[in-house]
């Protein structure tokens, strides 16, 4: 990746996430992570929602940036391969579609997990969600080469050569080093650098999952 193109996806990156923060600074009340607490904890919610997990994941999902359609163009994504960078143009619409960002841990994953779990309350519902899941495919089994290793699941990707990029800080991820860990920090780093609360950045900071 050149400095230029470096710079270009970085600028797109944080012009992204200095808008979401401007226009919303209390992520908690996403009517999505209401709805998941309250669907949780059985507890009334006039913000509660009809539509099941998964849809309200991949909602909040796009609520962050990652969607492609309707001119999102995934311009909140934080690790993206060199394929993605290199599409020209970018069209997220179903017709004519050439860039698309799946879930790492997919989504019937999370909502499989999500669904094990009580949160006290919103706060805590949005830390989990932030911090990703840890409890998916073989990145939490212990005896497993993937344990802990979200970017694992790629090993074609990356066998044929492939290379995905932490924008934010212009590196390439490591799939056999690159944990959870270095997501959490990855995220709090950028929520900081775009001028998030300190109340926002500390629940991603003392999330463990």
Known sequence: ?????????RD???????TAIAKRRDWTTFHQIESIHSILSGAPS?????????DLLREFHNQLGYKALNGGLC????????????????????LGQTVHIEHTVPVCVLESEIK??????????????????RDSTDALNPVSDEWDKPFMRYKTLFSDGGI??????????EPTRFTFDDHVDIVARLLRHVGAEDSLVGILAHQTV
């Open 1 to 9: 990746m050149s400095n230029d193109q470096t710079a270009k996806e």
């Open 12 to 18: 797109q990156l944080l012009n992204h996430w200095r």
């Open 46 to 54: 006039p913000r509660r929602s009809k539509f099941p997990i998964r």
């Open 75 to 94: 311009a909140g994504a934080i690790l993206r391969t060199q394929s993605f960078m290199d599409t020209n143009p970018r069209i997220g619409s179903k």
């Open 116 to 133: 094990k779990r009580k949160f006290s309350d919103s706060t805590e519902a949005l830390a989990w969600y932030l911090a990703g899941v």
């Open 164 to 173: 995905v990029w932490n924008v934010f800080d212009g590196e390439q991820v």
